[in-house]
């Protein structure tokens, strides 16, 4: 059984930084593509970023720029370094992973992705 850990959720002032982590548990695989989701209240859930088993990334259009994302294979680990965040950026932020699918099929669809976690809230003040 998969499950996937998030951490690093917390407040911080618009301009700040924050670094969100997920590891996957339980995989004997690996993922082949991690992924950071979205979702503000009120809002549809959004694709933040996502990062290849090789490093390759993509990135939605409201954060390109402000944030990366990583990996560690070794631990089958995935961070999110947010920076110069603003209060558009106040959301539920849902880590997603798939262990068969390479990120350049399955992209920021929500649909495509086989293992969720529970979310960590981001909260951004002005």
């Known amino acids: 059984q998969v499950q996937l850990v998030e951490s690093g959720g917390g407040s911080v002032p618009a301009g700040g930084s924050l670094r969100l982590s997920c590891a996957a548990v339980?995989?004997?695989?690996?993922?082949?593509?991690m992924a950071w989701f979205r979702q503000a209240p009120g809002k549809e859930r959004e694709g933040v970023a996502n990062?290849?088993?090789?490093?390759?990334?993509l990135f939605g259009d409201s954060v390109e720029g402000r944030f990366t994302i990583s990996r560690d294979n070794a631990r089958d680990t995935v961070h999110l370094q947010m920076n110069n965040v603003q209060p558009e950026d106040t959301a539920m932020y849902y880590c997603?992973?798939?262990?068969?699918?390479?990120?350049?099929?399955?992209?920021?669809?929500?649909?495509?992705?086989?293992?969720w976690g529970q979310g960590t809230q981001v909260t951004v003040s002005s």
């Open positions: 997603a992973a798939d262990e068969r699918r390479f990120c350049w099929y399955v992209g920021l669809n929500q649909s495509r992705y086989d293992y």
């Open positions: 339980g995989s004997t695989d690996g993922m082949r593509c």
């Open positions: 990062i290849g088993i090789v490093g390759d990334t």
